[in-house]
C-alpha cells in the first residue's frame, strides 16, 4: 500500500508547500516574539503547560515538524543548540525570514522526520509539536527519534488527544459520541471547508506505550492538557467550547531513552 511505503511524505509536502503554510506564516511572527513559550491551539503558556525543560541550556535539540521553528528559537534563546526540521521548503523559508529579522542563526534542514538526515545519537532533546506527531506515520518517527537521542535524552511530543481523535468525524466539529474505533486506530482522515482530504496519524495510548519502549524509551509523563479559564480558540471550530470543558482536546508525551 502507498501509505505503508511511505506514500503520505510527498502529499503532506505538498498540501504545506501550496497550500496550508500561507495560513499558518501569520503566526510565525508573534510566536517568534513571544517573551514566553505557549502552546498548542490554546496557547497555553509554559508556565501553566511545561514543556520545554526548565533548564535546555548546553542541549542539542532536534526539533521534528518545525514549521516556522519558533519552539527551535525559544530553545535557542535558552542557550540550546536547536536543529530544526520540516518536510516543506515553504515553511523553513519563513523560518529563514525569522531568523533574520531576530538575529538568531540555527541550522534548518529541509527533511522528512520518518527519515532525518541527522546521525545517530546526536541530540538531548528531539521534541515535537503538531508536526511529526500529527503528520508522520508514528512507526516510522518514534523510532527515528529514538535513534537521535543520546541515552539519557528526552523526546516530547504534542498532538491532539487520542479522545479528540476518536471524536472527530471525516468533517465538522467534535462530538460526544465516538466516531472512530480505537482498535486499529493508525491513519485517519480530515477534510477541510475545500474537501482537501489530510492524511494524519494518531495511535491508542496502549500502543504508544508498547511503541516506545520496542524502540528504547521510557514513557515518564503524560499531559492530558486542561484548557485554562478564559482561553480562547478561534482558529480550530472543531473543538467546540463546550467540548473542550469537558474532554482533553490535546495531549503532551514525555519519554526518555533508556
Excluded at 511511505?6 to 499558518?24: C, I, K, L, N, Y
Amino acid at each position: 500500500m502507498a501509505d505503508e511505503a511511505g506514500g503520505h511524505v510527498p502529499v503532506t509536502r505538498r498540501q504545506w508547500d501550496e497550500h496550508m503554510s500561507a495560513w499558518f506564516e501569520r503566526y510565525a511572527h508573534p510566536r517568534w516574539a513571544a517573551a514566553e513559550p505557549y502552546w498548542g491551539m490554546w496557547c497555553i503558556p509554559q508556565s501553566h503547560l511545561p514543556v520545554l525543560p526548565a533548564d535546555p541550556a548546553g542541549a542539542a535539540a532536534v526539533e521534528l515538524g518545525c514549521g516556522s521553528a519558533y519552539i527551535s528559537a525559544w530553545l535557542s534563546r535558552r542557550g540550546a543548540r536547536p536543529v530544526a526540521v520540516d518536510v516543506s521548503a515553504r515553511q523553513l523559508a519563513t523560518a529563514r525570514r525569522m531568523q533574520d529579522e531576530f538575529g538568531l542563526r540555527f541550522p534548518l534542514v529541509h527533511g522528512d522526520a520518518e527519515r532525518v538526515p541527522l546521525t545517530a545519537a546526536c541530540a538531548d532533546l528531539v521534541i515535537s509539536e503538531y508536526g511529526a506527531s500529527v503528520w508522520c506515520d508514528p512507526y516510522r518517527w518514534i523510532p527515528e527519534a529514538a535513534r537521535l537521542l543520546r541515552p539519557g535524552g528526552r523526546l516530547v511530543f504534542m498532538a491532539e488527544s487520542t479522545l479528540a481523535r476518536m471524536c472527530l468525524p471525516e468533517e465538522g466539529p467534535a462530538t460526544e459520541r465516538l466516531v472512530h474505533d480505537l482498535f486499529g486506530m493508525h491513519r485517519l482522515v480530515r477534510r477541510g471547508e475545500s474537501g482537501t482530504e489530510y492524511r494524519q496519524f494518531t495511535l491508542p495510548h496502549g500502543e504508544w506505550i508498547r511503541l516506545m519502549a520496542g524502540c528504547g524509551l521510557v514513557v515518564e509523563d503524560l499531559i492530558e492538557v486542561r484548557i485554562p479559564p478564559g482561553a480562547t480558540n478561534n482558529d480550530f471550530p472543531e473543538f467546540p467550547d463546550e467540548w473542550v470543558r469537558r474532554w482533553p482536546a490535546e495531549e503532551v508525551w514525555f519519554a526518555r531513552r533508556r
